[in-house]
Structures are given as C-alpha cells and as structure tokens.
C-alpha cells in the first residue's frame, strides 16, 4: 500500500505554467510507476501522463502531449507534473495514481491521492 498526497495547484492564467508534485509514502520499496490523472466536474476522470520507475517510459494523453512533462525523483518519492501553456479546458482536479506500469492507464486500478485543484482562467 502507499499513500499520495498531492499539491502545488493553484489559479493561472492561461498561457501560464504550474508545476504539481505528488509524494508517496508506505510502501515505496515498491517499484510503482506513477502518474496523473484530472476530473473536471461532471466528466470523467482522464488520463493525463505516466511514467515508470526507472523513468526510461513516459505517456502522455493526447491532450496534452507537447505542453505536459512527467517527472520523478525516487530519492524523494516524488512525482512532477510541468504543465505549460494551460488552456482553461485544463481546468480540473489533479490527481496522482501509482500502479503497475501494465495498468497505470486504466483508472479502475492503482492507488490514488485525493488531489489538487488546478483553474486556468481566460
């Protein structure tokens, strides 16, 4: 089992950068792969990127490839999110997942944190 606390939302502007991290503990012997996922109220929750442990694999939703990178820091248990060049339909809850990197897509498995809200205004 491990735990994940999210944080580093906030409100920006578009056009604007965030930068979100998400710490693990418990169980971080583990060797997860780690990602993140948003929920805009009303819709499903979406996946946004992943990456492995050793950090030699990363993906990327569609809707975010080229603006979003993933990255991670094991000696710190922690997973990063750059986000750049928000739009306003970027606006959702953030939340950070660890899983098997077989299933790090599938929302139905994983462990997730309770996330951390991230408003782009026009």
């Known amino acids: 089992q491990v735990q994940l606390v999210e944080s580093g939302g906030g409100l920006v502007q578009a056009g604007g950068s965030l930068r979100l991290s998400c710490v693990a503990s418990g169980r971080t012997s583990a060797r997860y792969a780690m990602g993140w996922f948003r929920q805009a109220p009303g819709k499903v929750r979406e996946f946004v990127a992943a990456?492995?442990?050793?950090?030699?694999?990363?993906l990327y939703g569609n809707s975010v490839k080229g603006r979003f990178a993933i990255s991670r820091d094991n000696a710190e248990n922690t997973v990063y999110l750059q986000m750049n060049s928000l739009k306003p339909e970027d606006t959702a809850v953030y939340y950070c997942?660890?899983?098997?990197?077989?299933?790090?897509?599938?929302?139905?498995?994983?462990?997730w944190g309770q996330g951390t809200q991230v408003t782009v205004s026009s």
């Open positions: 997942t660890a899983d098997s990197w077989s299933t790090i897509g599938d929302v139905d498995f994983g462990s």
């Open positions: 990456i492995s442990w050793s950090g030699g694999n990363t």
